[in-house]
Antibody, heavy 120, light 110 residues
Framework: EVQLVESGGGLVQAGGSLRLSCTAS????????MSWVRQAPGKGLEWVSG????????YNTDSLKGRFTISRDNSRNTLHLQMNSLRVEDTAVYFC?????????????WGQGTLVTVSS | QSVLTQPPSASGTPGQRVTMSCSGS????????VYWYQQLPGMAPKLLIY???QRPSGVPDRFSGSKSGTSASLAISGLRSEDDTDYHC???????????FGGGTKLTVL
């Protein structure tokens, strides 16, 4: 059974940093691209970043302007999102999602999410 | 402001058929598959439709997807109370080289 468990969320002041993690199990982690998708309170879903199975290719939404960095440790079946220069508008639940194969394929499994709250 | 446009709300009565739309543009819906996700309150999204009109195993055939040009639709027939929740559409965008979502439609079963 595929399981994705996020951690690392919490309350941080604007301008601060957080590192999110997602621990995966139930599948061969290195064979699949992974992404982070966020959802601000009462809003829709927003794709944040994606990474290939090998970790050699990364994709980011332009609006983040390089503040967030996605990475993965295939030896530990873990996905990370390093978030710097956090803004109030980054407040959201952050989901990690497994993709069917590459970053351009769909999200077939999702974690339960971790809440990031950025205060002013 | 979401790249894909969904109506914020839709409604229907039990047993009825409802459709909800997802409007995009050439680089996303016009060129790629559309995906639909169902999200219960406080829960993670669940894949409902993939590759525009395919259902994952376990998804009832009451749910169906279609696309025409730069717009897509999700149809739910035989509406049930448990369908009362949020639905999101998504597509890969070739110009942005990233995924785009709609703002979500809240379906109310009256």
């Amino acid at each position: 059974e595929v399981q994705l468990v996020e951690s690392g969320g919490g309350l941080v002041q604007a301008g601060g940093s957080l590192r999110l993690s997602c621990t995966a199990s139930g599948f061969t982690f290195s064979n699949y691209a992974m992404s982070w998708v966020r959802q601000a309170p009462g809003k829709g879903l927003e794709w944040v970043s994606g990474i290939s199975g090998s970790g050699g290719s990364t994709y980011n939404t332009d609006s983040l302007k390089g503040r967030f960095t996605i990475s993965r440790d295939n030896s530990r079946n873990t996905l990370h999102l390093q978030m710097n220069s956090l803004r109030v508008e980054d407040t959201a639940v952050y989901f990690c999602a497994k993709q069917d194969s590459t970053v351009t394929t769909w999200f077939d499994y999702w974690g339960q999410g971790t809440l990031v709250t950025v205060s002013s | 402001q979401s790249v894909l446009t969904q109506p914020p709300s839709a409604s229907g009565t039990p047993g009825q058929r409802v459709t909800m739309s997802c409007s995009g543009s050439s680089p996303n819906i016009g060129s790629n598959y559309v995906y639909w996700y169902q999200q219960l309150p406080g829960m993670a999204p669940k894949l409902l439709i993939y590759r525009t009109n395919q259902r994952p195993s376990g998804v009832p055939d009451r749910f169906s997807g279609s696309k025409s040009g730069t717009s897509a639709s999700l149809a739910i027939s035989g509406l049930r109370s448990e369908d009362d929740t949020d639905y999101h559409c998504a597509a890969w965008d070739d110009s942005l080289s990233g995924w785009v979502f709609g703002g979500g439609t809240k379906l109310t079963v009256l």
